[in-house]
């Protein structure tokens, strides 16, 4: 059931319903990808649901990249922003509440966050991860930049079809990327030939949405899953 505990109680059910979708998609050999891993939560289920796979950690602040290297030295940690493009560009790091940090700045729940303009590397996940690692799930929460980072994954999807599990709050936090909702519509459903649900829907099996359905969500929800049309867990 959905919790009445405003936005915290809410992130915290998207986090218990993303780590239920991990015991449900990966084995104990299974390979991920987490972008945008910050200090690690995330991170620490899917090695242990999958703790003789092999996992990929994207984060591009350098001090959280750091304690991921320190606590997780199996983890392949990628110091960089996913993008559709490798190479440098600007991050607005918020100091004062990073897991809001991205490429670009989006609306920010509270008034007067301190921001810093800092340049870090970006990366094609295409480019990233090997072409012989079989991707089985694919975790996102990039504050709105996460068209950019699915077409820099385009081939990897293609290829492996993993599930994805993605924060996307419309797009109104995408409005800086030059993104919209229609156009992450395009890329996964149309394009690749994806299903997206709801968490609770995906974890209750439920068919996948349509579009007016998407769009409904999108007015009381900002986590989604993508798989495979037909996929079953």
């Known amino acids: 059931m ?3 505990a405003g936005l915290a109680g809410m992130n915290d059910w998207y986090d218990e319903l993303t780590v239920q979708i991990i015991e449900r998609v990966c084995s104990p050999t299974a390979n991920t990808v987490d972008i945008g891993a910050g200090g690690g939560d995330i991170l620490a289920h899917l090695l242990r ?13 350098p001090e ?47 008034e007067n966050e301190t921001l810093e303009d800092i340049v ?6 295409d480019e990233v991860v090997p072409a012989d690692v079989r991707v089985d799930l ?21 290829r492996c079809r993993p599930v994805v599990v993605f924060e996307h709050g419309g797009d109104r ?28 829907g995906w974890l209750e099996r439920s068919p996948a949405l ?10 009381e929800q900002w986590y989604f899953v993508a798989d495979q049309r037909g996929q079953a867990w």
């Open 2 to 4: 959905r919790p009445e």
């Open 49 to 61: 649901a999958a703790p003789r796979g092999r996992h990929f950690a994207v984060e591009p602040l």
């Open 64 to 110: 959280l990249a750091d304690r991921l290297d320190r606590e997780f030295p199996g983890v392949t940690v990628v110091r960089a922003a996913a993008s559709d493009r490798t190479g440098r560009d600007g991050f607005v790091h918020v100091l004062s509440n990073p897991g809001y940090s991205g490429l670009r700045r989006r609306p920010y729940d509270r």
């Open 120 to 125: 870090v590397d970006t990366v094609r996940l």
């Open 138 to 158: 694919i975790k996102i929460d990039v504050e709105g930049g996460e068209v950019v980072a699915l077409r820099g994954a385009a081939e990897l999807l293609r």
């Open 173 to 200: 936090t995408m409005r800086e990327y030059g993104t919209t909702s229609a156009d992450l519509w395009a890329l996964l459903v149309t394009e690749l030939d994806y299903g997206l649900h709801t968490l609770p």
């Open 210 to 219: 349509d579009a007016g359905d998407f769009a409904a969500a999108l007015r």
